[in-house]
């Protein structure tokens, strides 16, 4: 499993991450980037390469 933390102060909502994600456990609403199945995640990093701002974490986690 992965744990994935978005600073919204930080995400200017383009949705580069959600577009990338080959999982989509992330979408842009309202102008923020959202975790929408973070148990779908493979922590392949391609969300934090393309994102401009560094908004976004992915940590393994024990389960
Ligand atoms: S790529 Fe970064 S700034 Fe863009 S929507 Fe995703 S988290 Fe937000
Ligand atoms: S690490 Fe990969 S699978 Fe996980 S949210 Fe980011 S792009 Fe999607």
């Known amino acids: ?10 995400c200017d909502g383009q ?22 199945s973070a148990e779908e995640c493979v922590g392949c990093m391609s969300c934090i390469e393309v994102c401009s701002v560094q908004a976004i974490t992915v940590t393994e986690t024990e389960e």
């Open 15 to 36: 949705g580069e991450c959600a577009d990338i994600c080959p999982t989509e456990s992330l979408a842009a609403n309202n102008g923020k980037c959202e975790v929408v």
């Open 1 to 10: 499993m992965f744990e994935i933390i978005i600073d919204k102060d930080k």
